[in-house]
């Protein structure tokens, strides 16, 4: 991959932000930090999973997106969106009064993305098939990728090389829409992201140079624009427009949506925290032999996304109903419709190991901070409170010999040396004014957070 | 940096816990995945190797800057014919033993392809005691 930004789909809305701990501790990489009283997000070790999104209770995190008016700048609008939208509305919606609601929300041709599904299912079985590494594991999920990105490195090469479904629905619509003599700056796509994962690899793809997406939409946006003009009965029939969406594709970003076509030499994982513990055994060489392992770093796959509005196995039983309307990937011609380019496009770059969790590049120095961490963690109380700013007693003792922190963050460290007379009360207040903020412990009865949160 | 374990014998859950929290250190000092795997492979098997046949022991970690160490000692019962032991397929595993998925007859063997420098003591009655290193 060729000049990697670090851009990142979440943002921290200081304002909202409280200063509580239950992002920092859902995150799957220790990526946040508490500073001033607001959450601060790590650019190396995020990967966009949106856990903190997640666990937020005041909504604290956003995700940059684009509003419908960017619509207005292109002649032809195309809207892609995944499959897990239909899914978002009650059955009395029919996809049919959707797929008229695109229409009247300005969209000019509307993409279901899993449309040119039945071509990536034959790329990545070739590539399973050629594959001296196994298993080889999707590279469906972006947030995924990015985790063995950072933290697996030694399965990179175990990533099938093919890109997202998104940009191939993108260069399918281009072409498509070039044949009929458009020209590529008349159109406009715009993706609808179930997700920050998906939204983060449309900015930053990953083993794509660029991406063919010019426009980003949440789903949740797009649900409430939707809702607004939704008739109540079906006036045109837009049938034609899925004439190519397959049962495949439906089903492609549920649980087992991939892994399925490899039958019974696969296997399906949902949820970062049990796709962590997969892959650790996988690098162990403690998974059995298979061909394909598909994993998803939401639970329910893309049905839980975050930037979902519906319930996640409500979600999944209604597209699964929907998709048995359609039919096999393998009964439908795609090559009669997609067009030339598409075919070379599908590769993806090299995924190259990023290693972000190492202690310093130079082996003898990250070895001095280990035994400097160890040390440390003799001195830390083991509760993992989160009190000093950071998740758990070993992340503060490692941002200690990274120069992040120091030993009076720890709010137990500090009473020691408080009883010691080490160091003074206005002392150890400026500390806990440094990762919360000032005034935070102050009494205040319309103060967020710490009311029934957890339930 | 020293790293020290105990290994209770027949506690098949707790094998792979030395493995684990060495990789993570191996990872934190961005040692060549490939390397890492040899590594955590040879400690897993030794792991297993304890939990498996031996009343118990201890393994003992120690990572330089080119390298790492591995003692892993036993207290009993110790191997009567090491030549045969080292052979692939040989096993003196019980029953029960095999019935877990264990005892294939690839441990000591699998040790030694994956390491670079391989030593295996061992009296009957007393224990055995394996070294081996792996450099980075």
């Known amino acids: 991959m060729k000049n990697v930004e670090k851009y990142h789909a979440i943002k921290v809305d200081k304002q909202k932000c409280m200063g509580c701990t239950h992002c920092m501790k859902a995150c799957p990489t220790e990526a946040i930090r508490i500073r001033g009283g607001v959450a601060k997000i790590n650019a190396d070790r995020c990967v966009d999973c949106g856990n903190c999104l997640r666990a937020c209770p005041v909504d604290a995190f956003y995700v940059e997106h684009d509003s419908l008016e960017q619509l207005n700048k292109y002649k032809y609008r195309v809207v892609l969106f995944p499959s897990v939208l239909i899914g978002q509305f009650p059955e009395i919606y029919s996809e049919g009064k959707i797929y008229e609601a695109l229409l009247k929300l300005g969209f000019t041709h509307i993409f279901e993305v899993e449309q040119p599904i039945g071509l990536l299912i034959n790329e990545i079985k070739q590539e399973v098939e050629k594959a001296t590494h196994k298993p080889m594991i999707s590279s469906f999920c972006p947030a995924i990728v990015r985790l063995i990105q950072s933290r697996y490195p030694s399965l990179v090469d175990n990533i099938v090389p093919v890109k997202a479904p998104h940009d191939l629905a993108a260069c399918h619509a281009i072409e498509l829409l070039s044949k009929e003599g458009v020209k590529r700056e008349e159109i406009g796509t715009f993706y609808v992201s179930p997700c920050s994962a998906k939204m983060a690899a449309v900015k930053r793809p990953l083993g794509e140079e660029v991406s063919a997406v010019d426009g980003l939409i949440k789903m949740s946006d797009l649900y409430n624009h939707i809702m607004r003009v939704i008739d109540k009965s079906e006036k045109t029939d837009t049938a034609p427009l899925r004439k190519n969406l397959t049962l495949d594709g439906i089903l492609w970003s549920l649980p087992r949506g991939e892994a399925r076509h490899f039958k019974r030499n696969s296997m399906a994982v949902d949820g970062i925290h049990n796709v962590v513990k997969i892959l650790e055994r996988m690098e162990n060489d403690e998974v059995p032999v298979l061909d394909f392992l598909e994993l998803k770093s939401c639970h329910q796959g893309c049905a839980g996304g975050i930037l979902l509005t519906g319930n996640r196995f409500l979600t999944v039983e209604r597209l699964q109903k929907r998709s048995k309307r359609y039919p096999h990937a393998s009964s439908i011609d795609i090559s009669a419709v997609s067009c030339l380019g598409i075919k070379d496009k599908m590769k993806a770059d090299a995924i190259e190991p990023r290693y972000v969790f190492a202690l310093d590049t130079d082996r003898l120095k990250a070895l001095e901070k280990m035994r400097k961490v160890d040390r440390i963690l003799c001195q830390l109380p083991g509760i993992d409170c989160g009190s000093c700013g950071a998740p758990n007693c070993h992340a503060l003792a490692e941002d200690m010999v990274q120069g992040k922190a120091k030993m009076t963050d720890c709010i137990f460290l500090q009473n020691r040396y408080l009883n010691e007379t080490k160091i003074t009360i206005e002392k150890a207040t400026k500390n806990l004014e440094k990762a919360w903020g000032k005034n935070r412990f102050d009494a205040d009865c319309n103060k967020k957070g710490g009311r029934n949160e957890g339930f | ?136």
Do not use: C, W
């Open chain 2, 1 to 136: 940096m020293k790293l020290e374990f105990e290994i209770v014998s027949g506690d098949f859950s707790m094998a792979g816990k030395a493995s684990s929290q060495i990789k993570k250190k191996l990872k934190q000092l961005q040692v060549d995945p490939k390397v890492i795997k040899r590594i955590v492979v040879a400690i897993y098997e030794a792991e297993v190797n304890v939990v498996a046949h031996s009343v118990g022991g201890k393994m003992v970690a120690e990572i330089d800057g080119n390298g790492i160490n591995v003692e892993v000692k036993d207290a009993g019962p110790g191997i009567a014919d090491i030549t045969k032991a080292m052979q692939k397929g040989f096993s003196t595993a019980s029953k029960a033993v095999r019935n877990m998925g264990f005892g294939a007859g690839m441990g000591l063997p699998n040790i030694k392809k994956n390491t670079d420098e391989f030593n295996i003591e061992s009296e009957v009655g007393i224990g055995t005691t394996l070294t081996f290193r792996n450099n980075f």
